[in-house]
């Protein structure tokens, strides 16, 4: 496997791939990996010649009082995984060399972004989607892999590849869960062992929308209740928002007509985790 540390460098190699006829495969990432970024790296695998992790603590997505600075990092854990799961080539950039000192342009998506967490992390799409997009310069992939964890994130990215015309198709892997239900997260390394069963709170509650859905229940105020509750009997755990919206536009719903995703974001203790299920009716 190639390490690359330089955009330069990562850009020339990708340009000479491509020029050789290889179809490029990209998973992008923060770092801190698990199996739920293994996953990722075999869909990849398994749709390219060539794949490209990415390793990027992107700063341009956090907030001023979020945890850019203490977010977990291991870069010889991440090289192991990536070698085991036969990636090609590891990005792993420096912040300097990806942001110019004097960095003025953004992508900023205005609609699907409105909401969720969106709504909780003002900008932080902003930084997310600038970023995908100078990554995707960089690896020039045919095929870009991202969790459908990050449900929010993976139609956001969908719709700025479709508005601006980048020949990349997004596949989207399914959510990863530990035995317990709950989804894995690098930020789950914050959870203190009392924090950390409690968690399971996320995947009860989406698992009570979809029992009442299921039992006929159409209303989705009476699913975020039914939500709501499960996560209220965590003492550990506090909502940031759980919502039901539209799994495409993302706007707010009222009776589930269609596929509706029922997304939250819960601080247990300090960390923030998100979770979400589509609901079909």
């Not at 969106?118 to 997310?128: D, E, I, K, L, N």
């Not at 965590?234 to 997304?263: F, H, M, Q, W």
Request: aromatic share 4%; proline share 5%; glycine share 6%.
């Amino acid at each position: 496997m190639q390490i690359l540390t330089t955009p330069r460098a990562m850009q020339d190699a990708a340009l000479t791939l491509r020029a050789a006829g290889r179809r490029i495969g990209v998973v992008p990432t923060m770092g801190f990996l698990h199996e739920g970024h293994a996953s990722l790296i075999r869909l990849a695998r398994a749709r390219a010649d060539v794949v490209i992790v990415t390793l990027f603590v992107n700063p341009a997505q956090f907030g001023p009082n979020e945890d850019l600075s203490r977010y977990p990092r291991d870069f010889e854990r991440d090289r192991a995984l990536c070698e085991a799961e036969g990636a090609d080539i590891l990005f792993a950039p420096g912040a300097d060399s990806v942001y110019a000192a004097d960095a003025s342009v953004w992508i900023d998506e205005d609609r699907l972004s409105r909401g969720l967490c969106g709504a909780s992390r003002p900008g932080h799409f902003r930084g997310v989607c600038t970023v995908v997009a100078k990554l995707f310069n960089l690896t020039q992939p045919h095929v870009a892999v991202f969790g459908e964890k990050d449900a929010q994130q993976l139609r956001i990215l969908r719709r700025m590849v479709r508005d601006l015309d980048i020949p990349v198709e997004v596949v989207a892997g399914p959510t990863v869960r530990e035995t317990d239900g709950l989804a894995m997260s690098s930020r789950n390394a914050y959870l203190s062992p009392e924090e950390r069963l409690q968690a399971t709170c996320l995947r009860r509650a989406l698992d009570a929308a979809a029992s009442r859905l299921a039992a006929g229940e159409r209303s989705a105020a009476a699913l975020r209740a039914a939500m709501a509750e499960v996560i209220a009997g965590a003492p550990l755990a506090r909502a940031d928002y759980i919502e039901i919206v539209d799994d495409e536009t993302l706007e707010p719903v009222t009776l589930i007509g269609r596929p509706a995703l029922a997304a939250m974001a819960v601080f247990v203790g300090r960390t923030r985790l998100i979770d979400n299920a589509v609901l079909r009716p």
